[in-house]
């Protein structure tokens, strides 16, 4: 028996199906401040995550994907359940939603000016971006970094936060009640557990913001924080490296990217300690 | 032999030179200053090697040491930009 | 008996040797390519269906599914993979370094034009006081690899260095590009080289 829900985030309607106990459970304590719907909008993407029929019940049970009747993905063991939907949901929007620039950065925002924070698996950018959210900044997200083609504001996709292995220790003692899902183990990344994402971050997901700083965020053990100007020739690539979508939108990403470098500053940002980190990027928004 | 800007190539200026972007391969260029300035002339028209190299020239310093030196980018510009398809040879 | 054991040994004799011919070719041309540093960047066009991490996965002949669950991560042979690893044929692993036209002695300066590192490749990779030489000796080394698999494979998609690499092997870069890096210098560095180097 399928459950089903209807969950706006930022500028898409999910709709999810499920079976899957572990995803109703995780999705009722880290999507418990959204508004489900309880009418029928229009879906951006019907998802469905169902568990494995048959003998694959019982017997190292797994569960599949499915974006409408496409399994774009192999089936992965049920207790990763709720990770691949987080997963998933973010394959949907970095292969279908090219109305938007798309960067793998964490974007957080405050006093209306928005940073992303472009970077590779692995560098920190998710630890960090949650250490920033629940120390005032509203998330927008830590994985996708969203620009508009049309105005080009950056619009929130606010989710809950992937962290990592020892970073799930890190926030855990960081954050003050935070509220994680259950930890999925032996993922192709580790250790994964989901953070719920601020209340107030959630309250204002459907509100846009300009895209004043970019930052490339690197964690360096024992160092002082610090911010170093890069050029614009280098944050060029960087950014044509870190797109999702740029070689899509070809043309029209070109030129979105030259005009976004007229008006935004760039730096590289290194960092060992999360209050010299929020130090210094307030001072750029303050 | 004269040289022209391909047609597929969009260009934008930025702080540190231009960036260009091919239409037709998908691949994106960039050109530290000085070498920008070339590329506005390849835009306007077809020009042959020499008046663009003397063009070039005309914005740097009378000494012989800079001179060949902006001569070597020059060249090593064209060789990179040609193989590139950023520009092309028309007769 | 004796007879296919000789033709065999002459093969793998004739094996080597254009083998070695080859790595003797490529290192002639990288040399003559490495004259001056580069003065146009190019970021080539990633193919619009490049779903897969992997290098197999971005050639033009590849039509596989978009089975990828989130953005592709660099990963690339460590030092240590390159030095006595997976990279160097530890185990079952083949022996990539004849596809990166270079070998451990040779000196720095063949694979990083313009280094004031004066020893060898082999030297840069281990530890000790030289961490930017060290981390682009092995950025450089993996770009390589990278190159060989694209030039040599678009038409051939059975070709020998897609079933020798890791199968997480993902690193689109030019050994040019790496070179600029190289000059522009550790300060003007953006790239987590130690986060990408996982594969041991």
Redesign the interface.
Known sequence: MLAQFTLPIGPFNFSIKTDNTAVLKNLSSLYGDYHFYNHSPFIDFPITITTRSLIRRFIKPQVDFFLDEFA???PLPKDQSFA?LE??M??CI??QAHQFLIF?AGTIEKNNKVIIMP?????GKSTLTAAMVYSGWRLFSD?LALISVTDELVYPCTRPINLKNDSINVIDNYVDNAVFSTIAKDT?KGTVALLKPPKASVERMFEPAPLHFIV?P?YVANIEAKL?P?????T???L??HS?NY??L??QG??LI?RL?QNVTCY?FEYSDFEQAKKLLSSLVD | MLLFLNKYIRKNEIKEGIALFNTFTGNTHFLPHPLHKLIAFLAAEPCSEKALLDVFLSSFQKSLQEQENATKQFQQFITEALKSDIIIEIN | MLEQNNDSSEQNKASQEVNASATSARRSFLKKAAISVPILTTISARPVWAGQCSLSGNLSNNVSNQNTQEPCSYNIYSPGGWLNGRAAGSGPNADLWPYTGFTRSDPLSDLLPGTSYNDSIASALGGGPHGWERQLACAALNATLWDYGLASCDANPDCQIIDDLAPNFYFPFTLTQIRAIYTAGEAANIYNWEAMQNID
Not at chain 1, 119 to 123: C, F, H, R, V
Not at chain 1, 230 to 234: E, H, K, M, T
């Open positions: 774009p993905f192999k691949m997963w998933g973010n394959w970095t292969t793998h970077a590779e698996q692995g560098s994985e192709h490339f690197k170093t890069i050029n614009q020739i280098d060029f690539q960087q044509i490296q999702f070689h899509i070809g043309e070109f030129h030259a470098l590289q």
